[in-house]
C-alpha cells in the first residue's frame, strides 16, 4: 500500500521526468529566496548593477567611441548579459546535486534531472530578466532595434549551453579533485572577464591578440550575437560553428564524465572531506 505506481510505457517515462524536472527547476530558481517573484527581482537588480557598471567605466575612460555604430545600451547587453548567463549556467550545473547527494535518495530524482533544473532555472531567470531590462530601455529611455531577433536568441541559447557544457565536466570531475576544480572555475570565470570579448570588438582587435582569444568559444558567441544584433557589424573573425560544435562535443564528454563518477562515487568522499 505504500509503493507508488512506476511508469510502464515510453511516453508517461518522459512525462513522469519532465514533471520532477519542472518541480525541482522550480526549487532551484526559489532556492535563493522563498518568493520566486523576488529571486528574479534580486537576478535582475544584479544584471542592472552589472550594467550600470560597464556604461560609467566606458563613459569615464572615454572609449565609448570604440563601440560598434549604434545603440550603445545593446552594444553593452550584447556582451554582458551573455557573459553572465554563460558564467552562471556554468557555476550551477556544477553545482547540482551529484549521485551522493541526499536528494538522490528520493525515488523520482536522478543526476540527469538535478542537472536540467540547473540549467533550465538560470535559463529562466537570466531569460526573464533580460526581457525586462529591454522592455525598460524601449519604452522608458528610447526605441531599441534589433537586427536579427532570431539569430541573436540564438547565440543567447548557445552561450547558456556551452556553459552547461563546461560546468557539466566540471560537476563530473569535482567529486575526483573538489579543491582543484573549484580553482579552475574561478580561473575560468576571471580569465573570461576578458577572454569573452565582451569590452571590446573583435574586428578592431589587431591579428596577435585575436589568435589570444580565438580559443575561446564565447568570444565567438558574443561577436556572433553583436552581427545578429546590428545591422551594420559583420563578424570576419568569428563564426558560430565552432561554439556549436564544441558545445557538444563537451556535452558528450560531461555526460560520460558524469556516468563514470556517478557509478564509482561514495558518499564517504564527502564524510572525509
Given at each position: 500500500m505504500f509503493q507508488t505506481a512506476r511508469p510502464t510505457t515510453t511516453r508517461a517515462l518522459v512525462f513522469s521526468m519532465l514533471e520532477v524536472t519542472y518541480h525541482a527547476t522550480v526549487r532551484k530558481v526559489r532556492k535563493t529566496h522563498g518568493n520566486a517573484i523576488l529571486?528574479?527581482?534580486?537576478?535582475?537588480?544584479?544584471?542592472?548593477?552589472?550594467?550600470?557598471?560597464?556604461?560609467?567605466?566606458?563613459?569615464?575612460?572615454g572609449t565609448?567611441?570604440?563601440?560598434?555604430?549604434?545603440d550603445f545600451m545593446l552594444y553593452l547587453l550584447s556582451g554582458i548579459f551573455l557573459y553572465l548567463v554563460h558564467i552562471q549556467a556554468l557555476q550551477e550545473v556544477m553545482r547540482a546535486e551529484n549521485s551522493t547527494s541526499p536528494m538522490m535518495?528520493?525515488?523520482?530524482m536522478n543526476t540527469l534531472v538535478a542537472?536540467?533544473?540547473?540549467?533550465?532555472?538560470?535559463?529562466?531567470?537570466?531569460t526573464i530578466s533580460l526581457l525586462v531590462i529591454?522592455?525598460?530601455?524601449?519604452?522608458?529611455?528610447?526605441?531599441?532595434?534589433?537586427?536579427?531577433?532570431?539569430?541573436a536568441f540564438m547565440m543567447y541559447l548557445l552561450a547558456w549551453g556551452s556553459g552547461c557544457a563546461l560546468g557539466l565536466i566540471l560537476m563530473a570531475a569535482k567529486?575526483?579533485?573538489?579543491?582543484?576544480?573549484?580553482?579552475?572555475?574561478?580561473?575560468?570565470v576571471r580569465?573570461?572577464?576578458?577572454?569573452?570579448?565582451?569590452?571590446?570588438?573583435?574586428?578592431?582587435?589587431?591579428?596577435f591578440m585575436i589568435d589570444l582569444f580565438d580559443w575561446n568559444p564565447l568570444f565567438h558567441i558574443i561577436?556572433?550575437?553583436?552581427?545578429?544584433?546590428?545591422?551594420?557589424y559583420f563578424p570576419h573573425h568569428t563564426n558560430w560553428e565552432y561554439p556549436l560544435y564544441a558545445t557538444l562535443v563537451l556535452i558528450l564528454l560531461g555526460m560520460m564524465g558524469e556516468f563514470y563518477t556517478r557509478k564509482r562515487a561514495s558518499a564517504s568522499w564527502d564524510a572525509a572531506r
Amino acid at each position: 500500500m505504500f509503493q507508488t505506481a512506476r511508469p510502464t510505457t515510453t511516453r508517461a517515462l518522459v512525462f513522469s521526468m519532465l514533471e520532477v524536472t519542472y518541480h525541482a527547476t522550480v526549487r532551484k530558481v526559489r532556492k535563493t529566496h522563498g518568493n520566486a517573484i523576488l529571486a528574479i527581482g534580486m537576478s535582475l537588480m544584479q544584471s542592472v548593477m552589472f550594467l550600470a557598471a560597464f556604461y560609467l567605466m566606458f563613459t569615464f575612460l572615454g572609449t565609448r567611441g570604440a563601440a560598434i555604430r549604434g545603440d550603445f545600451m545593446l552594444y553593452l547587453l550584447s556582451g554582458i548579459f551573455l557573459y553572465l548567463v554563460h558564467i552562471q549556467a556554468l557555476q550551477e550545473v556544477m553545482r547540482a546535486e551529484n549521485s551522493t547527494s541526499p536528494m538522490m535518495q528520493h525515488a523520482p530524482m536522478n543526476t540527469l534531472v538535478a542537472i536540467l533544473s540547473s540549467a533550465f532555472s538560470i535559463l529562466y531567470i537570466k531569460t526573464i530578466s533580460l526581457l525586462v531590462i529591454l522592455f525598460l530601455l524601449h519604452t522608458v529611455i528610447q526605441p531599441i532595434t534589433i537586427h536579427d531577433w532570431s539569430g541573436a536568441f540564438m547565440m543567447y541559447l548557445l552561450a547558456w549551453g556551452s556553459g552547461c557544457a563546461l560546468g557539466l565536466i566540471l560537476m563530473a570531475a569535482k567529486p575526483w579533485a573538489p579543491d582543484v576544480v573549484t580553482i579552475i572555475q574561478m580561473v575560468y570565470v576571471r580569465a573570461n572577464m576578458i577572454a569573452s570579448g565582451k569590452m571590446f570588438v573583435a574586428n578592431m582587435m589587431p591579428g596577435f591578440m585575436i589568435d589570444l582569444f580565438d580559443w575561446n568559444p564565447l568570444f565567438h558567441i558574443i561577436d556572433q550575437a553583436r552581427g545578429f544584433t546590428f545591422v551594420n557589424y559583420f563578424p570576419h573573425h568569428t563564426n558560430w560553428e565552432y561554439p556549436l560544435y564544441a558545445t557538444l562535443v563537451l556535452i558528450l564528454l560531461g555526460m560520460m564524465g558524469e556516468f563514470y563518477t556517478r557509478k564509482r562515487a561514495s558518499a564517504s568522499w564527502d564524510a572525509a572531506r
